[in-house]
C-alpha cells in the first residue's frame, strides 16, 4: 500500500478533513452569531420603526384614508412613505438636494419613483400633540385642494420626527424676488406684485372660510409664499398651523411664528386667531409695497421694524417716502392711498378691528381690475 502511494494520500485527506472540520468549527459559529445580530438589528429597526408610526397617529390615519377611499374616488392621493422611499428619492438626504431652511425644519428636493417631483420636509422637533389629532390634521391638510395652496402629498410616520411631502414649486419663494439677487426687476411691475398679493390672500381666506375646518396658517409672510414658473403664488409651510377651535377653552397655544410678522395681540394673548394671519399678510403687503425688510438688525432701534417705521411715516404724512419708487410711478395717488388704508387696517393693534382675509382679497382684487383699465 505504501508503495502504491495510499498512505500518504490517506494522511493528506485525513488533515483536509481536519482542517476543514476545525475551520468549520470556528467560523460556523461566528457566522451564525453574525446573522443572528443582523436579524436581531433588523427586528429591533422593525419594531422602533413601528412603534413610532403608531406613536405618530399611523394607525389612525390609516383607518382616516380607508374611510375617506370609501366615500370618494382615489383617497385624496394622500400617501404615507416609507423612510427609505424618501431616502432614496432625497439621495438620503444629500447636501445638493436642499431647497431651503427654516424655523421647522429643512426642506428636499425629491425624485419619486414614478418621475414626481416633490419637497420633502425633515422637521427638526415637534410639538407634544394627541397622535390622533396630529393624524386629523395631516389628513386634513392633505384634502385642501386650492390652486393657490401647496398641496400636501404624504408623510412618513416611521420617524420619530414625522417627515412631510409636498407638491414640489420651482421659482423659488417671494420673500427672494423681493430681497434676492434675483429681486423684481423693472420687467416685474407691480401689477404683478399685486396679482401675487391677490392669489396668497385668496388662498388664505379659502383656509378661513371654505375649509373645513378652517385652518390658521400662523406663520404667514413672504418666505412662505411660494412662486411657480408663471409667478403663481402657493402658500407654504403649516408648520405652525392650527385647525380653528371649535372650544374657546382651547385656543391658547404655544406662540409660534416668526419675528417681524407676529400679530401683537397673538403675543400677548397666546391665542392664534384668522385675525392673526391677517397682521402677517399686512406686513407682506408692505413688504410688497415698500420692498424693504420686514425687520433690520442693523440700524438705529426705530428703524428696525418696517411696521413701526411706516406706523410713524402715516402718522407725519410721509408713508409714500417709504414706498418703492416703481410702485410710486406704477399706482395712482387714490390707488396708493387706498392701499395703504387696507395696510394700516391689516396692522391694527386690535384684532376685531382687522378685516378678514375675504375682505382683503376682495379688495385687492378690485386694485388688480382698476389698474387693468390705466
Known sequence: MTEN????????????????????GVFLPFFMSFWLYL???????IRTKQKFFELNGGVFLQQ????YSDTSKGGGGFKIFTKEELEKATNNFAAGRVLGHGGHGIVYKGVLEDKTVVAVKKSKTTEEVPTKEFAREMFILSQINHKNV???????LEVEVPMLVYEFVSNGTLYHYI???????????????????????EAL????????????HGDVKTANILLDDKLT???????????APTDEAKMATLVQGTCGYLDPE???????TDKSDVYSFGVVLLELLTRKKALYFDGPEEDRSLVLCFMMAVKVGQHQDLLDSQVRDEMTIEALEEITHLVMRCLNMSGEERPTMKEVAERLEMHVRKQMHI
Open 5 to 24: 502511494g495510499c498512505l500518504p494520500k490517506d494522511n493528506f485527506t485525513l488533515a483536509l478533513k481536519v482542517v476543514t472540520g476545525v475551520s468549520v
Open 39 to 45: 436579524g436581531l438589528q433588523k427586528r429591533r429597526l
Open 64 to 67: 382616516q384614508i380607508r374611510n
Open 150 to 156: 401647496v398641496k400636501l402629498l404624504g408623510c412618513c
Open 179 to 201: 430681497h434676492g439677487s434675483r429681486g423684481l426687476d423693472s420687467d416685474t411691475g407691480f401689477n404683478t406684485c399685486l396679482r401675487i398679493a391677490v392669489e396668497a390672500a
Open 205 to 216: 381666506a379659502y383656509m378661513h372660510s371654505s375649509a373645513s375646518p378652517p385652518i390658521l
Open 233 to 243: 403664488a402657493k402658500v407654504s409651510d403649516f408648520g405652525a398651523s392650527k385647525l
Open 266 to 272: 397673538y403675543l400677548m394673548t397666546c391665542r392664534l
